[in-house]
């Protein structure tokens, strides 16, 4: 099942901070992020595999909590560069990941 | 190489015709996988490859769609009879292995159109 990603869409002026929630309705043991800038493919930012474990990229980070089965990521002091589409991502019934629908961010002067 | 080759990077054809898309993965990662995004929509599985296993089509979806992987390494995503819903972004991705343990690399994608 696709995991749910929110918000669907958040503008932010730079310098400000953002969170972006996926939450599963099933057991995770990892999650993985993605950005995907317009006519660009997704690119990977970080994987977190055990509970509570939090990772960094740039000033983003994120958190994943396997009791609440739940990731979230963390822009921090956002820059023009961060816009684009944020992917969670988490293994489905096969190996295989199975992405949320995604969430844009659009980051302003 | 470096990272993952798709090719072609667009791609016109009439409804009805087939057509054959091409991934390169990057060289040593054993697992590849096809997805397709609509025009701004998420991320579909079509079809996952590991190693020499037998492939995970369960994303197909249709028997228009297949897909082959010669010899651990190139894959070819082949569409028969397009239809106009077939367009969409397709990319391939890879991975050192499956699982969900490690990083996907996404090649740019084969922008497909169907008129």
């Known amino acids: 099942q696709q995991p749910v990603q929110s918000p669907q869409a958040v503008i932010l002026r730079e310098g400000e901070d953002a969170v972006i929630n996926c939450s599963s309705s099933k057991a995770l043991y990892s999650v993985h992020w993605y950005r995907q800038k317009h006519g660009e493919a997704p690119v990977f930012l970080m994987i977190?595999?055990?509970?509570?474990e939090q990772k960094g990229h740039e000033k983003i980070s994120a958190s994943f909590n396997e009791k609440k089965q739940q990731s979230s990521l963390y822009l921090t002091a956002s820059q023009l560069s961060y816009s684009g589409t944020y992917f969670c991502g988490t293994p489905g019934a096969g190996n295989m990941l199975t992405f949320g629908g995604g969430t844009r961010l659009m980051v302003k002067p | 190489g470096a990272g993952v080759s798709q090719s072609p990077s667009n791609k016109v054809t009439e409804k009805g015709k087939d057509v054959e898309l091409r991934c390169d993965p990057i060289?040593?990662?054993?697992?590849l996988y096809w997805y397709r995004q609509s025009l701004g929509q998420g991320l579909e599985f079509l079809i996952y490859f590991q190693g020499n296993s037998a492939p995970d089509k369960s994303g197909l979806p249709s028997d228009r769609f297949s897909a082959e992987r010669t010899g651990g390494s190139v894959s070819t995503l082949t569409i028969q009879r397009t239809q106009q819903e077939d367009s969409a972004v397709y990319l391939c991705?890879?991975?050192?292995?499956?699982?969900?343990?490690?990083?996907?690399?996404f090649g740019s994608g084969t922008r497909l159109t169907v008129v």
């Open positions: 977190l595999l055990k509970g509570g």
């Open positions: 991705a890879s991975s050192l292995v499956g699982g969900g343990d490690y990083g996907y690399t």
């Open positions: 060289s040593g990662h054993t697992a």
